[in-house]
């Protein structure tokens, strides 16, 4: 008993820490917008059919910096549920930023409880999950669900039941189901707003170095979606890229085959410097390069100069199954210097397992050096 005692006070409070967290990020992002917010301009989008419609908010440089929008909205339709007003913001990406409630203004729950803390912080990691079971069903499918059950709004048969728990605020599912709709629908629009008007307008080189993540990321995309030498362009700003931005770009250049030699020798010095995160995206990258020959010889030499190379390049080379002879001579160079004796040996090792694999000038020079 004392055991499960502590299990469930250990969950307490690390579910109190959890909340706590959220609550204050919330509420610091929400200074920041209103420090920030300089101009507002319309977008001409609108949320729904009350025409909930959404700003451009300007930073004071007068950069474009997120979409914002003040809502009114009824929640559903009959007086189990007050209207809501509430303001929304979104990344220029189109992900939710963050929500606010005006002065005075609350949100209520079944027979108009209001939200407590614990609610406020929940429903902000409702709406941040974009993969959340919310988005299978509208407030008007719960309601039809709520009138053939004849339960309460938050019963136990009814709405409720079509739901897992944890996916909507306890005895608020219509709230939840509302809110994820008007901050995740509008994504698409939001994409195509900043990718028609804003990147087109500005610079997308102005987005890719921001603190906004996401942003950067779109502009990078579509910058390299709209170069005629998208690899140049790369190869040009990659060693410029905040490791952040760097990190999510990384299966994107793959997915675009973008696996030129000249482009992933030039991520040999962000491995230098880079996190564990880091090293692992750019291991995979290397990984998946059908023509290396430039990179291994790169990171052979580097090998010799920085230990920490020795791991990838060593996988490299055991991955491929044919080596350049130039390739084999550079391996032989690596195993005469290399200080190193378990470095060495092992290298070795794999060198004479290809044998039957050596050019003539490969097996001359082996036979003299007599291994």
């Known amino acids: 008993m004392v055991v499960e005692k502590r299990g469930v006070h250990s969950n307490f409070v690390l579910m109190f820490l959890k909340l706590f967290l959220a609550t204050t990020t919330l509420f610091f992002s929400l200074l920041q917008l209103d420090e920030k917010q300089v101009e507002s301009k319309e977008t001409g989008i609108v949320l729904d059919s009350l025409n909930n419609s959404i700003q451009l908010t300007h930073d004071q440089m007068g950069t474009p910096a997120f979409y914002f929008s003040e809502v009114f909205t009824p929640v559903c339709n009959n007086s189990d549920c007050l209207p ?33 803390d ?44 079509m739901l897992p728990t944890g996916s909507y605020v306890p005895q608020a599912i219509f709230t939840s189901v509302r809110l994820w709709h008007l901050v995740h629908d509008v994504k698409p629009q939001l994409i195509s707003y900043t990718q028609d008007q804003l990147l087109l307008k500005y610079s997308a080189d102005q987005f890719i170095f921001r603190e906004d993540v996401p942003a950067s990321i779109l502009a990078l995309h579509f910058l390299l979606k ?13 060693p410029k890229l905040p490791e952040s931005i760097l ?9 675009k085959g973008m696996t030129d030699a000249e482009l992933a020798t030039k991520f040999i010095g962000r491995y230098e410097k880079g996190s564990a995160d880091i090293r692992e995206s750019i291991e995979t990258f290397w990984k998946g390069l059908d023509d290396s020959f430039v990179l291994k010889q790169n990171l052979l030499q580097k090998s010799l ?35 190193n004796l378990s470095r060495r040996a092992k290298m070795k090792k794999l060198l004479l397992s290809r044998s039957s694999s050596y050019p003539k000038s490969v097996k001359k020079r ?4 007599n291994w």
């Open 226 to 238: 709209s170069e005629e030498n998208p690899l140049q362009k790369m190869k040009d700003i990659l």
């Open 118 to 161: 614990f609610d406020y912080a929940h429903l902000d990691e409702i709406l941040r999950d974009t993969l959340s079971a919310l988005h299978e069903h509208s407030v008007k499918t719960l309601e039809r669900e709520h009138e053939k059950e004849s339960e309460s709004v938050d019963g136990v048969s009814g709405a409720t039941s």
């Open 305 to 339: 100069e920085n230990q920490e190379f020795f791991g990838i390049t060593y996988q490299l080379l055991e991955q491929d199954k044919l080596w350049e002879e130039k390739l084999y001579h550079q391996v032989i160079d690596f195993c005469e210097t290399e200080r």
């Open 247 to 255: 990190l999510k770009l990384m299966p994107y250049l793959s997915s």
């Open 84 to 116: 809501i007003r509430i303001n929304l913001r979104w990344n220029l990406d189109g992900d939710f930023h963050s929500y606010q409630l005006p002065q005075n203004e609350i949100l209520t729950k079944t027979e108009h409880a209001p939200f407590t």
């Open 366 to 369: 082996i036979k003299k050096l």
